[in-house]
T-cell receptor
Framework: DAKTTQPPSMDCAEGRAANLPCNHS???????VYWYRQIHSQGPQYIIH???NNETNEMASLIITEDRKSSTLILPHATLRDTAVYYC???????????FGSGTQLTVLP | GAVVSQHPSRVICKSGTSVKIECRSL??????MFWYRQFPKQSLMLMAT?????????EQGVEKDKFLINHASLTLSTLTVTSAHPEDSSFYIC?????????????FGEGSWLTVV
């Protein structure tokens, strides 16, 4: 599975949109981009995933560049409860495991 | 989304004893489950992959005789830490993959804190 690069930390003001970037320049055609988050002392929570089209659900939006070499997770109105480590993971094939990097620590400030 | 439940959420055991952690998929059948370990301030590290009805596949450096994994049904996998030592104290997390052709998402349990004293 392709490697991802994320900034180690970001801050965001409460109520504002949080935009979390992820680089995956070696992604191949059949690999999906997944986003999970982990709130302290809990198991990771699935947020969203996509292949090449932009995706939106009740939690977030995922914007994937046309060349698929990077993506951005958008939390439209961040709340204090969104403070967590966010992991961007590239995964190929439905049977494969998720390999976690170090993620981005997002801190939402009041 | 789908629900994966782990039990117990916290356990303390004496050094040298064994402890079992259960992982259940509550509303879907999971043909594949994964076990991770996470030390403080570190990311999740995959320990093993278990497929229902077959032997688990362990990652390099993980002792299969120490961390026994059983995946006897489509909704239950167990991790048994045998002869636990204080260095086994960690946060253990399971995850499960939906077994449908379109099931391409992996869901995680709440995690289990193990403290070996």
């Amino acid at each position: 599975d392709a490697k991802t690069t994320q900034p180690p930390s970001m801050d965001c003001a409460e109520g504002r949109a949080a935009n979390l970037p992820c680089n995956h320049s070696t992604i191949s055609g059949n690999e999906y981009v997944y986003w999970y988050r982990q709130i302290h002392s809990q198991g990771p929570q699935y947020i969203i995933h996509g292949l090449k089209n932009n995706e939106t659900n009740e939690m977030a939006s995922l914007i994937i560049t046309e060349d698929r070499k990077s993506s951005t997770l958008i939390l439209p109105h961040a709340t204090l409860r969104d403070t967590a480590v966010y992991y961007c993971i590239v995964r190929g094939g439905s049977a494969r495991q998720l390999t976690f990097g170090s993620g981005t620590q997002l801190t939402v400030l009041p | 989304g789908a629900v994966v439940s782990q039990h117990p959420s916290r356990v303390i055991c004496k050094s040298g004893t064994s402890v079992k952690i259960e992982c259940r998929s509550l509303d879907f059948q999971a043909t594949t489950m994964f076990w991770y370990r996470q030390f403080p301030k570190q990311s999740l590290m995959l320990m093993a992959t278990s497929n229902e009805g077959s032997k688990a596949t362990y990652e390099q450096g993980v002792e299969k005789d120490k961390f026994l994994i059983n995946h006897a049904s489509l909704t239950l996998s167990t991790l048994t830490v045998t002869s636990a030592h204080p260095e086994d104290s960690s946060f253990y997390i399971c995850s499960a993959r939906e077994g449908t052709p379109s099931g391409n998402t992996i869901y995680f349990g709440e995690g289990s804190w193990l403290t070996v004293v």
